[in-house]
């Protein structure tokens, strides 16, 4: 499709000019250029990262039922997300066990996050340049990189591939008139429900849309869409709220809980914008309110030129400021996410990086402005210092997205040499065996787990000797094992955020029978049967269990 962008009755941004490349071309140039930075970014990783945590868990499954079979129980497990359940076991049913390719479709779907971005933001009239630029930086964006470094957290990328193609359907039926302009605002919200039943953190952003339908349409005619949009997302997230199974806080813990987060987001947003400060939270918070007090003081002054100028800036800092907030607003309840999470569960700030990365780069914009005024009639110039510290963070999120990228690296390389070692020491496991795993270490780095849960070794061990009778187990520092007369019971700790690791979630029944219980030093490459009291009491005072973390240990395996 090819035509200029529309200007509305109102506009968030700088307008486009004529002679601008249409959207369809613009659109198709980005895309190219989204391609080839994440080609350099992200290619070398696609090659050497892996599989992680749950991944493994969908692997095993896969292999055992097929798709349709693996189905029913994925969406009993996370029934607020129908169809979150189903994409995440189709790149298993399409693509095997070889973790490259679903490393691929991660990149893909970042990239197609990227490009739906910028159709959106130049929709709403930003230019071309500052929508590529926010754009860009979101696929670079390195504190939601598990949605592109993880197979299993980057298909909730498609919640946002959803969202935002609804907003793009809402935007081009607010242009259209009578039967069509329904339907098309139709579609718009059948792609807001599926991006809620894909993610329900999109929900609260696609509620909240309809807002800026007013710049664009009359009054009654926004309205009007909003409402629809209201009844159809507000039905969607009221099924996610109904079927989820997850803890849900206390009305004190909640109100507190909404403060952390908000705290936490001011934080990370701060530092979106200086990422180069560091630990120095209060300097970015210093620099941001003076910027703030500037900006709104040079807006009441007399130089109207210079007020007139930045009320588009500072408009679109309120819109980004009130997007990332809202994109954090369906975790308050769980009482556990913060956007400080780290590793796997950076996935947190997967739809405010969004927003973030919109406020950087108009924060940026605005400082410029404040800098060198419309006055002194330096358009050129104030463009090329945007430019220059917009390469700037983009360089700054690049680099630390490769940090990360080594440490997943790392980690899959972990699971990789503790399967391998497993095999080794244990070539042909008896069927019905469970095996306690010993000398290894929980994770590489904070939620950067290398087998830490129920879901991960076990069902990477089933993988492994193609055994779905197979259970595997890793022990870690502070657990112990009850060696009754009728079996063993081990009490189990982990640091994942479920703090115990109980094989009764996969079906086992305690205590587990003597003869069946095996115990492995992966480090030493040690085995023990435990066929009785004496063996496990034995075993259990000479198995030594891993750290947390020790890359020490990491290297001798």
Known sequence: MSCTVPVGRGQLGFGVRRGELGLGRETALVSLVFVAIAAAVFGSYVSKGGFYSDDWANVAVVQQHGLLGAIPAQVDGI??????????????????????????????????????????????????????????????????????????????????????????????????????????HLGACVLFVASVLT???????????????????????????WGTDLLAVGAALIFSAATASKHVGSGQSLFGWLGKMARGAIVLTAHAVFPIVGGHTWVVLAVLAFVAVAAGLALLGKDRLLSAELKRPLLILAVAAVAIGLSYLMFVPAVYWTPQKPGLENRVNLVAALPI????????????????????????????????????????YGARLHTDEHVWVQTYRAERAELTALRAALPSPR????????????????????????????????????????????????????????????????????????????????PLPYGRVVFVDIVTRVVKRISSPRDCTLAASHFRPGPIQSSRLLGLI
């Open 79 to 184: 029934p607020q997300r129908p169809l979150l359940a189903v994409l995440q076991l189709l790149p298993h049913a399409v693509f095997g066990s070889d973790p490259q390719p679903h490393l691929v479709l991660a990149i893909v779907l970042a990239i197609l996050v990227s490009i739906c971005f910028f159709y959106l933001l130049r929709l709403l009239n930003i230019s071309f340049l500052g929508a590529a630029t926010v754009a860009g930086l979101v696929l670079l964006f390195p504190w939601s990189d598990s949605s592109r470094l993880w197979p299993e957290g980057s298909i909730n990328q498609v919640a946002v591939i959803l969202y935002l193609l609804g907003a793009i359907t809402a935007f081009w039926g607010l242009r259209a008139n009578g039967r069509r302009a329904a339907l098309i």
């Open 357 to 396: 990365a919109l406020f950087a780069y108009t924060f940026v914009q605005l400082a410029v402005l404040l800098l060198i005024p419309p006055a002194r009639r330096q358009p050129r110039l104030r463009t090329a210092l945007v430019g220059l510290i917009a390469v700037a963070l983009a360089v700054d």
């Open 199 to 225: 993610y329900e953190a999109t929900g609260p952003v696609a509620l909240a849309t309809g807002a800026l339908y007013l710049a664009f349409a009359s009054r009654r005619r926004a309205l009007a869409a």
């Open 431 to 510: 069927p019905g065996t469970t095996i306690f795993t010993f000398g290894v270490p929980a994770q590489v780095a904070p939620r950067m787990p290398v087998f830490y849960d129920t879901w991960d070794l076990d069902a990477a061990a089933e993988a492994t000797y193609r055994d779905v009778s197979i259970n595997a187990y890793p022990v870690f520092v502070g657990s112990r094992f009850v060696c009754a007369p009728t079996g063993v019971t081990p009490g189990l700790l982990t640091p994942s955020s479920f703090g115990v690791l109980d094989p009764r979630v996969n079906g086992q029944q305690l």
